[in-house]
C-alpha cells in the first residue's frame, strides 16, 4: 500500500485533483472476450466523474502473467500510461489498442517522484486529456504516449455491449401483464429512471444509499426525487410492476457503468429507444451519433474563447448534437473546476428548441444522463420555429448552430401560415436562411445530398464561401439514418472570414457504403480531399472538390458527349409501368425495352412488347426517332459503385421506358462510330465522371451530355465485334470468361488512348474502381490486378514492349555521351 502513496503523491503534485485519485477501481472489462469486471489498485483521472475517458494513469502489480499480458488486460481502462511494480522496480508502458504495449521507462519505487517531476510537461492532467480529446484533430495536442486508437477502441465495445443490455432491460419491460405497453413514452420514462439509478449505484453516489436497491418503488422514488421528476408508476400494483422489476434486475446484473461516460449512456439510450418505430409513431428525429460527433469534432471548438461561447440546435430532437457539444465543451473547462461549475457553465451555454413535446423530454433526459452527477437545469423549450420571427431570433447571436432540420417540403397547409415557406418551399433551405443570415462564428448542418452540387442550393453555397474561410463537405451513403431512407450530406463551416481575407480552405469528405458501419461505429471515413483557393468578389459556390477533380479539369477542354449526340429519356404512362408491358403482341404495343435492371454492357435484353397507344402515354417521348440507329443505355444507376451506365447500338428500332435512354447521332453516323461512342459510355472516364457528377439513384442527361469524350474517337469496333461474337456464342471454352476480360481491357485501352492521359492519371481513374463489379455478363478483375505493371497507361502494358523483366528502362533512357555528361557536371545543371 506504500508504493500506491508514493503515486498518489506524485500525481497531486503533477496537477491531478485528490478527488480524481482513485484506489480500487472498479470497471468493465469490454476488451475482454469474455467481458466481466476488472479492479484497479489506484487511478489518476483528469476529470470527475471517472471514465475512460478521463483516465489517465493506473498502477499496478505485476503477478504470474508478464509486463506485457498484465499491460494488455487494462486496456478496457483507458488510462494510456500503466505502471506495473514489480518488486521494487516500477516500468511505465503505454497502452495500445492493438499490439503489443511499449515500454517508456523504468525507474526504482524510489524514483516514483522524481520520474513524475520529469515528465511533469507531458503527464499533466490536462495535457493527457487534450491529447485524448482533441488530439486526433490537432496535432499540437499530440503526444506520442497516448494511442489516439485506444478511445475509439473501447468506446465501440462499449457502445455495442450497452446497446445490447438497454434492449433486453426494454424487452423485459414491454410486456406489460402479457400484453406489449401501449404508450413508449412511458416506457422511456421508467428506463430512464432504472437507468439513472444504475449509473449512482455503480459509482457509488452517496445518494444510491437511500434505497433499497431490491424494491423498484424504492429505487424510483428516490431517482424522481433526486432530478424532480413526476412519478410514472404511482398506485400500481405489484403485479403491473413485475415486468419493470424484471428489467431493473438484468440492469443491475449487466455491465457495470462505473467506467462508462455518461454521454455514452445519453448515445445508447437515446439510440436504443427511438427505433424507427417510435420515431414513425411519436414524430420523435434524431441524428445518427457518431454523425454528430464528426461535426462538432470537425468545428474544433478549442480555438474559440471558451467564456463567450453559446452552442444551439434548433429542431433538436432527441438532443444528440447537444450531448455531443456537451462533451466537447466539458473537455475544455479547466481541470481544477468542480462539476457543480462545469453544469452551471454549460447548462449557461447550450440550449435547444423542438416542436414536438415528448421530443424536448427525450432531450432533456438524454442531456441529464450526459451530465452525470448534476441534476436538471438544461434549456430544451417546446417551440414552433417556422411561426414568423421565431427562428432569427433564438438564432441571434449564437456562436455555433447546430441542426438537422426536418427534410421534407413546406405543405399548402404551411404556405398559409408561416411567412418562411412562402419564400422557398424547402424547409432545409429555410432553416439554412435563417442560419447563415445570423453569422454565426461556426456552423454544422444535415442537409440533403443535393446541397453538395445541385442548382437549387447555388445561392446558399455561395454565401457560404463568402462568410468562412474554412469549409468541409461530407457525402454520406443511403442508410446512413437508420429510420430514413435518404440521402443525406453534412455541411461543416467555420472561421468567419474578415472582410480582407480572400482565400477559403475546402476539404472534402466521402464515406462509401462499404465504411457505412464503421463510420457509424468510430466516424472513419473513407476518402478525404483538400484545396485552398482564392475567392472571388462574386463567390461561385464551388465548394465540393469532386473525385478525380485533376482530371476532370485537365478534360475540360476536350468534345463533350452531348456534341455528338442528342440524348432523351423512354416513354412514361398514365398508369403503373409494370403493367404497360407484354410477353406477347398486341394492338397498339411495340417491341422494346421496359425495365433496365441487371443490364449489362454492349448487350441488350430480351424485348417485350410496350403499350405505345397514345391515350396511354404521358409526355412526347414517342414522338422520338425510335427506329433510327441509336444507343440505348439505362436512365438509372446500375449499381452504388462507380459503374453506372451500360450502352449498346440498336438499329432494329426497338424503344425504351423511363428507365432508358435513347442516344440519337447528331449527324450521319456509321455502325463505326456508334460503336465506338458505346465503348466511350461503357469505358472507365464516362462510368466515374457520372458516379461524381450525378446523383446517387439517377442519372441526369445533363451529365450525361457533358461527360467528356476523345477528339478522336477510338477503332474499337473489331475488338467490340470480337467481344459480343464471344459473348453470344454460348460455347462452354474453359477460358472463355478470361478471354471475355482480355477482350474488354483492350477496348478500355484504346479508349483511353485516345484521351491521351498522363500514366499518373491514368492510374488515379483506374485505382477509383478499386475491386468495384462490372455490369459485364462474366467474371470482371481490376485492370491493375490483370496487368499491374505501375507507371504506365493501360495501352502500354498491353503492348508488350514494357514487359517486366525486360530491360526496357535501358533501351528508352539511354545514357548521355561522355562529353555532354562532363559539361553538365562542369556547370551543375
Same mark, same amino acid.
Do not use: F, I
Given at each position: 500500500m506504500i508504493s500506491f502513496d508514493l503515486f498518489a503523491q506524485a500525481a497531486e503534485a503533477t496537477g491531478y485533483r485528490r478527488e480524481a485519485l482513485v484506489r480500487d477501481y472498479a470497471f468493465a472489462d469490454v476488451l475482454a472476450v469474455g467481458g466481466g469486471t476488472r479492479s484497479v489498485p489506484f487511478a489518476a483521472f483528469t476529470q470527475t466523474p471517472p471514465s475512460y475517458r478521463s483516465a489517465a494513469l493506473a498502477v499496478v502489480e505485476q503477478g504470474s502473467e508478464s509486463d506485457v499480458e498484465t499491460v494488455q488486460a487494462y486496456r478496457s481502462l483507458g488510462a494510456p500510461l500503466l505502471f506495473v511494480i514489480s518488486g521494487e522496480r516500477v516500468s511505465v508502458w503505454q497502452v495500445r489498442a492493438d499490439g503489443a504495449p511499449r515500454r517508456l521507462d523504468q525507474v526504482g519505487l524510489a524514483e516514483v517522484s522524481a520520474l513524475f517531476e520529469r515528465n511533469r510537461a507531458d503527464w499533466q492532467p490536462d495535457v493527457i486529456h487534450r491529447a485524448k480529446s482533441i488530439g486526433s484533430i490537432d496535432r499540437a495536442y499530440q503526444r506520442d504516449f497516448v494511442d489516439l486508437g485506444l478511445l475509439p477502441a473501447v468506446e465501440g465495445e462499449i457502445h455495442v455491449k450497452l446497446g445490447q443490455l438497454l434492449v433486453d432491460t426494454m424487452?423485459?419491460?414491454?410486456?406489460? *401483464?402479457? %400484453? @406489449? /405497453?401501449?404508450d413508449p413514452r412511458q416506457l422511456f420514462r421508467i428506463v430512464f429512471r432504472l437507468l439513472a439509478a444504475k449509473v449512482l449505484q455503480d459509482r457509488q453516489h452517496a445518494y444510491a444509499a437511500t434505497w433499497n436497491p431490491a424494491d423498484l418503488v424504492s429505487v424510483l422514488r428516490a431517482i424522481e426525487s433526486y432530478y424532480s421528476l413526476p412519478a410514472v408508476l404511482a398506485g400500481k400494483s405489484e403485479t403491473e410492476l413485475a415486468p419493470f422489476a424484471a428489467a431493473w434486475a438484468i440492469l443491475r446484473q449487466g455491465i457495470s457503468f462505473s467506467n462508462i461516460s455518461s454521454e455514452d449512456l445519453a448515445f445508447v439510450y437515446e439510440n436504443t429507444f427511438v427505433t424507427p418505430e417510435t420515431r414513425k409513431q411519436l414524430g420523435t428525429h434524431s441524428t445518427p451519433r457518431q454523425l454528430a460527433e464528426y461535426a462538432v469534432s470537425r468545428l474544433e471548438l478549442h480555438r474559440f474563447e471558451t467564456e463567450a461561447l453559446t452552442i444551439y440546435e434548433p429542431f433538436a430532437g432527441a438532443g444528440v448534437f447537444l450531448v455531443s457539444a456537451l462533451r466537447h465543451l466539458r473537455d475544455l473547462l479547466p481541470g481544477e473546476w468542480s462539476d457543480q461549475e462545469r453544469h452551471q457553465f454549460l447548462v449557461q451555454r447550450l440550449a435547444g428548441d423542438e416542436y414536438d413535446p415528448f421530443a424536448c423530454e427525450v432531450a432533456t433526459l438524454s442531456l441529464i444522463l450526459a451530465d452525470y452527477p448534476n441534476q436538471n437545469g438544461w434549456h430544451i423549450s417546446e417551440r414552433d420555429l417556422f411561426a414568423d420571427g421565431v427562428l432569427a431570433d433564438r438564432l441571434r447571436d449564437q456562436a455555433v448552430i447546430l441542426c438537422n432540420p426536418p427534410f421534407e417540403a413546406f405543405s399548402q397547409e404551411d404556405r398559409e401560415v408561416y411567412a418562411l415557406a412562402r419564400q422557398t418551399y424547402s424547409k432545409p433551405v429555410a432553416v439554412l436562411n435563417a442560419a447563415l443570415a445570423a453569422r454565426p462564428l461556426a456552423l454544422a448542418f444535415v442537409l440533403p445530398r443535393p446541397f453538395i452540387q445541385d442548382r437549387q442550393f447555388a445561392e446558399q453555397r455561395r454565401q457560404i464561401e463568402a462568410l468562412y474561410g474554412s469549409v468541409e463537405l461530407v457525402e454520406l451513403p443511403d442508410r446512413i439514418f437508420g429510420a430514413a431512407d435518404i440521402e443525406s450530406a453534412l455541411l461543416i463551416a467555420r472561421d468567419l472570414r474578415p472582410a480582407q481575407a480572400d482565400t477559403i480552405a475546402l476539404l472534402s469528405t466521402e464515406v462509401a457504403d462499404r465504411d457505412r458501419l464503421a463510420f457509424l461505429k468510430t466516424g472513419?471515413?473513407? *476518402?478525404?480531399?483538400?484545396?485552398?483557393? @482564392? *475567392? %472571388? %468578389?462574386r463567390p461561385q459556390g464551388d465548394l465540393w472538390i469532386p473525385p478525380l477533380h485533376?482530371?476532370?479539369?485537365h478534360?475540360?477542354?476536350?468534345?463533350?458527349?452531348? &456534341?455528338? /449526340?442528342? *440524348?432523351?429519356?423512354? /416513354?412514361e404512362w398514365n398508369y403503373a409501368? %409494370?403493367?404497360?408491358?407484354?410477353? &406477347? @403482341?398486341? @394492338?397498339?404495343?411495340?417491341?422494346?425495352f421496359a425495365t433496365a435492371r441487371n443490364l449489362n454492357q454492349f448487350v441488350l435484353p430480351q424485348p417485350v412488347w410496350l403499350d405505345c397507344r397514345a &391515350?396511354? /402515354?404521358r409526355g412526347n417521348a414517342i414522338d422520338h426517332l425510335w427506329d433510327q440507329p441509336k444507343l440505348m443505355a439505362n436512365a438509372g444507376r446500375l449499381s452504388r459503385g462507380p459503374w453506372r451506365i451500360g450502352a449498346t447500338p440498336d438499329r432494329s428500332g426497338l424503344i425504351g421506358s423511363q428507365q432508358w435512354f435513347g442516344m440519337w447521332p447528331r449527324a450521319v453516323a456509321d455502325d463505326y462510330k456508334l460503336v465506338a461512342l458505346a465503348a466511350i459510355l461503357n469505358g472507365p472516364i464516362a462510368n466515374a465522371y457520372l458516379a461524381v457528377h450525378s446523383p446517387a439513384k439517377g442519372i441526369r442527361i445533363s451529365a450525361v451530355n457533358a461527360i467528356p469524350i476523345p477528339k478522336a474517337l477510338p477503332d474499337v469496333a473489331e475488338l467490340v465485334a470480337d467481344y459480343r461474337l464471344l459473348l453470344m456464342s454460348g460455347e462452354l471454352l474453359g477460358d472463355r470468361d478470361a478471354r471475355l476480360c482480355e477482350l474488354l481491357v483492350e477496348i478500355d485501352a484504346r479508349v483511353l488512348a485516345a484521351y491521351d492521359l498522363s500514366p499518373r492519371l491514368e492510374r488515379d481513374l483506374l485505382d477509383f474502381f478499386g475491386g468495384a463489379e462490372r455490369p459485364v455478363a462474366h467474371d470482371w478483375r481490376n485492370w491493375n490486378l490483370l496487368h499491374p505493371t505501375p507507371g504506365l497507361t493501360l495501352a502500354e502494358r498491353l503492348s508488350g514492349r514494357f514487359r517486366p523483366g525486360k530491360s526496357w528502362v535501358g533501351k528508352v533512357f539511354k545514357p548521355l555521351p561522355t562529353n555532354e555528361a562532363e559539361l553538365l557536371r562542369i556547370y551543375g545543371v
Open positions: 424487452q423485459a419491460a414491454q410486456c406489460v *401483464v402479457g %400484453d @406489449p /405497453l401501449s472513419k471515413v473513407t *476518402v478525404q480531399r483538400t484545396l485552398e483557393r @482564392p *475567392v %472571388d %468578389d485533376t482530371l476532370w479539369a478534360l475540360a477542354h476536350n468534345p463533350m458527349l452531348g &456534341e455528338q /449526340l442528342e *440524348v432523351h429519356r423512354g /416513354l409501368q %409494370d403493367r404497360a408491358w407484354s410477353r &406477347e @403482341p398486341e @394492338p397498339g404495343y411495340r417491341l422494346g &391515350e396511354k /402515354l
